[in-house]
Every structure is written in structure tokens, then in C-alpha cells.
């Protein structure tokens, strides 16, 4: 079965509950407070059985919230052994193969992949053929993100062999 991984700026109890996802990540880029919501929206996930909650960026802050891990970006890839070294499961942002091979050197857990399908301003989408390539080329756990809004865009990136998909969008108020 493949995971589903919820990225939000707005975590939400009813939003957690409704959806089930196996993943959430805490991401607000605009926020002063990040650290306050970050540890709510722990305290959230812990309330829901099997949820994995990741903090964005800030791996000092995800282990001192206990977090299950920490979500990187591609310009962190010297954080990876960092995070490892305090016990969090690692996510990084990938946009290449050799992002991938890197990740998988360094240690990280899972990597995403973007973007799959189109999605503003993310440049051009890769393909589910691509991250079906990417997958067999890795050992690592691989997450299709970009661009999936529908029940159709899930089912090609379970065929893809992709471990799960993450998504913002998807899992949004219509």
C-alpha cells in the first residue's frame, strides 16, 4: 500500500483525522512562531496512532519536540548525518538521480522526488516513467512529490513503485 505524506502550513486535528496519512510534515516559510506551531502540531500528530510527524529544515528542533524526523531541503545535504547522529529519521528534498545517490550515501531514510506532475512554479515535471527509473535505480524509500491533486495522479505513482507520494494540495479543503 502505498504512503501518503501530508504537508501543511495549517496542521489541523480534523485535517489529520480525515485524511490518515502515514507521513505530515510541519512546513510554514512565512511564520515568526514556527517553533510554538511546530510544537503543536507535534503534540497533534501524536494523537493520531502510526502518524510519522516531520518538522521542516530544523533538526535541533525537531529532537528537542520529538519529532519522528526532520524534512530537509536539497540544500541540506550536509545536515543528513547531523540529524541521523540525534536519533531522527531523515527526508530530503531531491530534484536529480544524483540527489538520490547522495541522500542514500549520506544516510537519509527517504528522499522526495519532484516534480512529478505539473505544479506552479516547480519547473518541468518529471514524469512518472522518470521516478519509476529513479525508483529501481535506489534502495532508498522515495516519495513522488509535485503536482498530485487527484485519486489518478496517486494511482500512477503507485504503479511507479514509489514507496509513497507527498503532497500538499491533495490533501487540502475543496
Do not use: W
Request: charged letters at 20%.
Amino acid at each position: 500500500m502505498i504512503k501518503s505524506y501530508l504537508i501543511t502550513a495549517t496542521p489541523s486535528f480534523m485535517q489529520l483525522k480525515k485524511h490518515r496519512p502515514a507521513f505530515a510534515l510541519y512546513r510554514d516559510k512565512e511564520t515568526s512562531e514556527y517553533s510554538f506551531h511546530a510544537q503543536n502540531f507535534i503534540q497533534i500528530c501524536k494523537t493520531i496512532p502510526n502518524l510519522k510527524a516531520f518538522l521542516h529544515q530544523d533538526y535541533k528542533l525537531a529532537q528537542r519536540l520529538n519529532a519522528s524526523g526532520v524534512h530537509l531541503t536539497s540544500l541540506q545535504f550536509d545536515t543528513i548525518v547531523l540529524a541521523k547522529e540525534l536519533g531522527l529519521e531523515v527526508i530530503i528534498s531531491c530534484h536529480s538521480e544524483e540527489d538520490v545517490k547522495k541522500a542514500e550515501e549520506l544516510g537519509a531514510d527517504y528522499v522526495t522526488y519532484s516534480p512529478i506532475f505539473s505544479t506552479p512554479n516547480k519547473g518541468k515535471p518529471k514524469g512518472v516513467e522518470d521516478l519509476k527509473n529513479l525508483v529501481n535505480a535506489t534502495s532508498l524509500k522515495v516519495f513522488a512529490l509535485g503536482g498530485i491533486i487527484s485519486p489518478e495522479h496517486v494511482n500512477a505513482v503507485q504503479k511507479s513503485g514509489a514507496y509513497g507520494f507527498a503532497s500538499i494540495r491533495y490533501f487540502s479543503p475543496s
